[in-house]
C-alpha cells in the first residue's frame, strides 16, 4: 500500500464534504423522526455522480473502486448523517458490484447505467427469517415456470430500502436443501407490488431508510435476470459483502468521528467546579481511546479496500476492518453520550441519535460474534463451534 497523500482522494473528501455540509444535523433528525427518506441530499449526491463511483465508467459510472466508494461514505456519515445518509447511498454502491462482475450484457446494458446516474434504487434480499446468519439455510425458491423463466415464492427480512426500490438483488434456493451452499442462486428482480409485500419493520434508529420484511408471492422473474450461474449465487454474492463489509466499516468510522467531535466541542466548553469537564483525565482519556481506536479501524478499512480493488483475497481483513470499525464507533458514540451527562440523553445535542445508529454496526449486516467465530474457523484454523 501506498500512503502518500493522493490528490484524487483529498477532492473526493473535500466534495462530499462541501455537499453534505448542506444538510445539518436538524435535517437528519426530522428525516429520521419523520421517517421519510432523505430525498433532497439522495438527488443532490446522485447529481454529483457519487451513487454511481464505483461503476464503470461505459455504463456512465466514475470508474473507482470500493476505496473511493468508501471515502464517500465516510464523509457522509461523519457529517451528522450518520448510517441514515450513508444507507442511501451504499445499497446501490454496492449491491449491484455482483451484476458488475458477473451479471450478463443485458443485465449490465439495462440497469448499470441507470443505477449509475442515480435513477435505480436497489436492495439487498439475503437475510431470511428462519436463516440469519446461516446463508445455507435459505428457504425462498425459485422454480422454473416451463416458459423460459422462473417465480419466486418465499419471505425475506431487513430489506433496507425496499419501500423506494424498483430491483433487488435477491438470492433464492434453485437446487437442493436448506443448509446446500451450491443451490443457490443470485437474481436481480423486481419489487413488483402485484406479486410482493413490502412492510417496514419498527426499528430503535435509522428510521430515514427503512428496514422492510418482503414476501414474494409467485413472483415472475426472466431468466435474463440471473446473475452469473445458476447455483453460484452464494459465491457471487461474496463480491457484494465483502464490499459491504468495507463500506460499513467506513461508514462506522464516520459515526464515530462526529460523535467524538461533538464530545470534544463539549468538554472544552462546559464548565463544572470552576474548569472545563475536558481537563479531567476521566473525561479527556476515554475520548483520546476512542479516536486512536477510530484511527486503527479506519487504517485496517483502507486496507481492505486496497486488496479488494486490486483482485487480492480481502475476506479476513474486511472482517476484522467491520469489527473493529463497529468497536470503536460504538465507543466513541457511548463516550460522547457520557461526557454530555445528562444532556446527552437530549436529542437537541444529536449525540443519541449517533449512539443509536453505531450500535446497529455491532449486529448487522452481521454480528460481532459470527465475525469472531469467522476469524477463528477460517483464518485461525480453529475447530467449529456452532
Known amino acids: 500500500m501506498d500512503f502518500t497523500p493522493n490528490a484524487d482522494h483529498e477532492a473526493i473528501v473535500a466534495a462530499v464534504d462541501s455537499v453534505c455540509a448542506q444538510f445539518d444535523d436538524a435535517y437528519w433528525s426530522n428525516c429520521d423522526e419523520a421517517h421519510e427518506f432523505p430525498w433532497e441530499f439522495y438527488r ?109 415464492r418465499g419471505r425475506k427480512i431487513w430489506s433496507s430500502k425496499a419501500l423506494e426500490s424498483e430491483v433487488c438483488l ?48 409467485d413472483l415472475p422473474v426472466e431468466d435474463w435476470r440471473m446473475v452469473g450461474e445458476r447455483g453460484r449465487g452464494f459465491y457471487h454474492i461474496l463480491h457484494g459483502l465483502n464490499p459491504e463489509r468495507i463500506l460499513l466499516a467506513s461508514m462506522a468510522c464516520g459515526i464515530g468521528e462526529v460523535a467524538l467531535k461533538r464530545a470534544v466541542a463539549y468538554a472544552g466548553e462546559r ?52 469489527y473493529l470499525a463497529a468497536e470503536a464507533s460504538y465507543f466513541a458514540a457511548d463516550q460522547a453520550m457520557q461526557t454530555h451527562g445528562g444532556l446527552g440523553y437530549a436529542t437537541e445535542y444529536h449525540v443519541e441519535r449517533y449512539w443509536r445508529e453505531a450500535r446497529i454496526q455491532r449486529i448487522a449486516p452481521v454480528s460481532q460474534e459470527m465475525t469472531l467465530n469467522y476469524i477463528a474457523q477460517n483464518i485461525m484454523g480453529l475447530p467449529r463451534s456452532y
Not at 456512465?60 to 448510517?83: D, H, K, Y
Not at 434504487?121 to 446468519?133: I, Q, R
Open 44 to 152: 443532490q449526491m446522485a447529481g454529483g455522480g457519487w451513487v454511481g463511483i464505483a461503476i464503470p465508467e461505459q455504463y456512465g459510472g466514475g470508474g473507482q473502486g470500493i476505496t473511493e466508494a468508501a471515502l464517500v461514505l465516510n464523509r457522509v456519515a461523519a457529517s451528522g448523517a450518520a448510517m441514515n445518509g450513508s444507507t442511501a447511498l451504499h445499497l446501490t454502491m454496492f449491491g449491484l458490484n455482483p451484476v458488475v462482475k458477473f451479471g450478463n450484457v443485458r443485465l449490465k446494458d439495462t440497469f448499470l447505467p441507470r443505477a449509475a446516474a442515480g435513477e435505480l434504487h436497489v436492495a439487498f434480499g439475503v437475510t431470511e427469517p428462519d436463516a440469519g446468519t446461516d446463508t445455507s439455510r435459505i428457504v425462498t425458491r425459485a422454480t422454473e415456470d416451463g416458459a423460459g423463466g422462473w417465480t419466486v
Open 170 to 217: 435477491l438470492l433464492v434456493r434453485t437446487d437442493g436443501e436448506p443448509g446446500d451452499f451450491a443451490g443457490l442462486t443470485l437474481f436481480l428482480v423486481d419489487l413488483d407490488p402485484a406479486y410482493c409485500d413490502i412492510v417496514p419493520i419498527p426499528k430503535v434508529g435509522r428510521n430515514a431508510v427503512a428496514s422492510c420484511e418482503v414476501a414474494y408471492d
Open 271 to 322: 464548565e463544572v467546579f470552576g474548569r472545563p469537564i475536558g481537563a479531567n483525565q476521566a473525561i479527556s482519556h476515554p475520548l483520546a481511546k476512542a479516536h486512536m481506536e477510530l484511527n486503527a479501524a479506519f487504517t485496517m478499512m483502507l486496507h481492505a479496500a486496497w486488496r479488494y480493488d486490486n483482485d487480492l483475497e480481502c475476506a479476513e481483513l474486511a472482517n476484522t476492518a467491520k
